[in-house]
């Protein structure tokens, strides 16, 4: 029995959250800007990216979370602020500063964030003007349209809700994420906000985003770039009242198996939004020495343009599966390797089984699974991702 | 002065080299045959793929080369004879074989190479007959199609021809090469074939080998990927009866500068004809802390999607470069970093100049050159890739 479950929702279904989505002129004709906001300060926990160009925004964020508390997030679209020197750090500052300033609130309980173009300074006087319409427009009602100004070449806009069933609470607990290009499963590859109502310690709060992380958006892949910005923010106000989660309880972890779907669900949607991306390619590997192993062939599997682009031709070229895990750097035992597409077998111990017309079925799907055993061992990964299209590439010549 | 210089030529320019290149029906109405032939056998070195999945023609070309002697080499394209298990080892073998038959020659003077798809057995009808009429075929007087024959998705055939003035002797070295796509800089990660007519150690001229692969086709990188079947053989038949090389000497390092010409223009011209590339894009890391950190940085830059697809754009994107050099791996000081595309410096201290514009010239170009000087100590490095464009979806795509 699951005791959460998806609900029609939004971060609005969280108790004590306020959003505005404005549109001030960093990108042409479109929201651009998005203030969350908490009416009371709350446990907070983030994941940054792991690239060592961090924009400043990401420099700022972590130290504010020094002590995971934080109250409100600011995030612009159409700017990463990234590469962007002293001007850029003290432009990342102010932001924060000035949202701080029209909420009322410490400047270290605001996080801030952006996204878009790299080395372009943020033209501060939009940013001023939009932080200041968004606190006037803080609302608890809906439309919730965060999530729509988050977006860079994002076709959709992205969110989960869920409402979790503790012993004696209902506790809300909701989410908003931006991908598209740039996303690689080695960091909180892109933008997620999430905030919840639960009462729960900071220590278990790092703990279950770190583990939601490490099983969703650590495991897509668009196309291998990791970004300079990712960030994935976890916002407790603690607003549900319920018994505080203190200890590794049956509470913490239907909460933590709610974050799970959450952030699941919110990195799949970014794999299936995949910059020209048609298919969702889930490719499991089984019976490896070990998960570490299980996890580079897997994505070397799903990193390479060869396979991705037979995919998108829906071909059974499974030899391009077979050289991807060869060249992985995982020393393998080649007569042993079984590959299966959906489940159809195509690979035999190390040789093709001729089964490539039932396989062309499956490639026809826009959900695709891959199964990979190494008969090796007990280690197992997973990662999903999408297909290459010529789409991608007239996305990312950079016209648009 | 060089000692060296390009001629107009092919491998029949070798003294003692015959060919023949045949159309047996692998492929349709195209030339997808080769024999090289010796008229001595001589001294003879390879280079072979790293990936784990090695095609049984590798398999048995390595074994053949154990005691570094050989004297014709067989080649097919339009069929990789890989992941073909038993069956795929021994019509390796028989192609091996029946060349040697053909040839009044022992089974391990021959070299067997395939290329073109994995996982479908070789049609061996065609094989034999193909090879009987290559064996007839053979000769010294142009056109030598050789590299015609090892075509797959190349648009062009790829042949290289020097003559070495050694002191007292005028000698000949000749390569033909295949690449096109999965051209991963880990390994000899296409077809070349070199014949020279120098005496030369089977010592030196492994070395001499190793040398020039590393500084050619380990430094090329079409979309990363990295085949099953590639391989680089260089055999010295010893006509020109120079005198021996037989240690380091002048003779020696004349010989290797004019192999490094060869096997890096070989390179080029693979990077050149990319699947769907338009530009040949040279990228040098310097200031690393070693070389090996410079070519962990210039690799990652070269496979980047986003850094591929701004080129085929014309954009300058800069922030993608910065971004993969930092999630290379390698440890770096954002604030140090320095970029320059052709001679323009577009980032000065991890910060952009704004120098766009003057750069935008740089990249109409066809040979676009970008460094990276990471300030951080005296580690080097050089990748040649190029750009990601449709073209390379569609032929990827699998309906050729």
Redesign the interface.
């Known amino acids: 029995m699951k005791n959460f479950s998806e609900i029609k929702g939004s971060l609005l279904s969280v108790r004590g959250i306020h959003t505005a989505a404005v549109s001030c002129g960093i990108k042409k004709d479109k929201k651009d800007l998005a203030v969350i906001y908490s009416e009371v300060e709350g446990n907070a926990a983030g994941v940054f990216t792991?690239?060592?160009?961090?924009a400043a925004p990401v420099l700022i964020s972590e130290a504010h979370l020094q002590n995971s508390r934080a109250q409100a997030i600011v995030v612009n679209s159409g700017n990463?602020n990234?590469?962007?020197?002293t001007v850029?750090f003290e432009n990342a500052r102010e932001t924060a500063k000035i949202t701080a300033d029209a909420l009322h609130l410490p400047i270290n309980k605001v996080i801030v964030a952006s996204t878009g173009?790299?080395?372009?300074q943020l033209p501060m006087d939009r940013i001023r003007e939009g932080v200041a319409k968004a606190a006037r427009d803080l609302r608890r009602s809906v439309p919730d349209e965060s999530a729509e100004a988050i977006m860079t070449t994002d076709t959709f806009p992205k969110s989960v809700t869920v409402k979790i069933n503790l012993p004696e609470h209902e506790v809300f607990l909701s989410g908003i994420a931006k991908g598209a290009?740039?996303i690689?499963p080695?960091m909180a590859t892109m933008l997620c906000f999430l905030c919840t109502d639960a009462v729960i310690s900071p220590r278990l709060l790092k703990k279950a985003l770190l583990w939601a992380t490490d099983q969703s958006f650590h495991v897509i892949s668009i196309?291998?770039?990791?970004?300079?910005n990712d960030m994935v923010i976890l916002l407790a106000n603690g607003l549900a009242q319920n018994t505080p989660i203190t200890e590794e309880n049956d509470a913490f972890s239907l909460f933590q198996e709610a974050l799970n779907f959450v952030t699941l669900q919110l990195a799949l949607m970014i794999v299936r939004d995949g910059e020209g991306a048609t298919k969702c390619i889930e490719i499991l590997v089984r019976g490896a020495r070990n998960k570490g192993e299980a996890k580079q062939i897997a994505h070397t599997i799903a990193?390479?343009?060869?396979v991705k682009?037979?995919f998108?031709?829906e071909?059974c070229?499974?030899?391009?599966i077979?050289?991807?895990?060869?060249?992985?750097g995982?020393?393998?035992i080649?007569d042993r390797v079984n590959l299966f597409y959906g489940p159809v077998q195509i690979?035999s111990?190390?040789?093709?089984t001729g089964q490539e017309s039932a396989a062309l079925e499956i490639l026809k799907q826009k959900e695709i699974k891959i199964m990979v055993d190494l008969n090796l061992g007990g280690g197992e990964a997973r990662v999903f991702t999408c297909d290459?299209?010529?789409d991608?590439?007239?996305i990312?010549?950079?016209?648009s």
């Open positions: 792991t690239n060592a160009f961090r990463a990234a590469c962007t020197g850029g173009m790299i080395g372009i290009g740039m690689k080695n196309d291998g770039d990791m970004s300079t990193e390479s343009p060869l682009t037979a998108h031709g071909r070229l499974w030899g391009r077979l050289a991807a895990i060869g060249y992985s995982i020393s393998i080649p690979v111990k190390g040789a093709g290459f299209s010529k991608y590439v007239t990312n010549m950079g016209y």
